[in-house]
């Protein structure tokens, strides 16, 4: 599956995003899917992941815990992530992933586990 992320741009602290990923090629019905994001000189991490029947199974990195909320359009075949009170160290380049199966929390969380990447879309907030 190919995905395509978009959405990011330059926000002031305080301000919200929706980060959207658009998948051709397959459906992404059947895929759990999961945002990271690599800060400059950082390594990747976890954001937000959604399993496939999508409703509760939802999970979140503490640091976004309250501020992002994950979700899906599977007629759409798009998911996206909406970030409210954005703040500095939120800046960072966002990527959408998808993870085929069953997996558990923990495999969510986990970014060498998912098998395609988006190419990534810029969030910058300003302070």
């Known amino acids: 599956v190919q995905l395509q992320a978009s959405g990011g741009g330059l926000v002031q602290a305080g301000g919200s995003l929706r980060l959207s990923c658009v998948a051709s090629?397959?459906?992404?019905?059947?895929?759990?899917m999961g945002w990271f994001r690599q800060a400059p000189g950082k390594e990747r991490e976890f954001v937000a992941a959604?399993?496939?029947?999508?409703?509760?199974?939802?999970f979140y990195a503490k640091s976004v815990q309250g501020r992002f909320t994950i979700s899906r359009d599977n007629a759409k075949n798009t998911v996206y992530v909406q970030m409210n009170s954005l703040k500095p160290e939120d800046t960072a380049v966002y990527y959408c992933?998808?993870?085929?199966?069953?997996?558990?929390?923990?495999?969510?969380?986990?970014?060498?586990?998912?098998?395609?990447w988006g190419q990534g879309t810029l969030v910058t907030v300003s302070s």
């Open positions: 992933a998808s993870k085929r199966g069953h997996p558990i929390q923990s495999t969510l969380m986990n970014g060498e586990l998912y098998e395609d």
């Open positions: 090629g397959r459906t992404l019905s059947m895929n759990n």
């Open positions: 959604i399993r496939w029947s999508g409703g509760t199974s939802r």
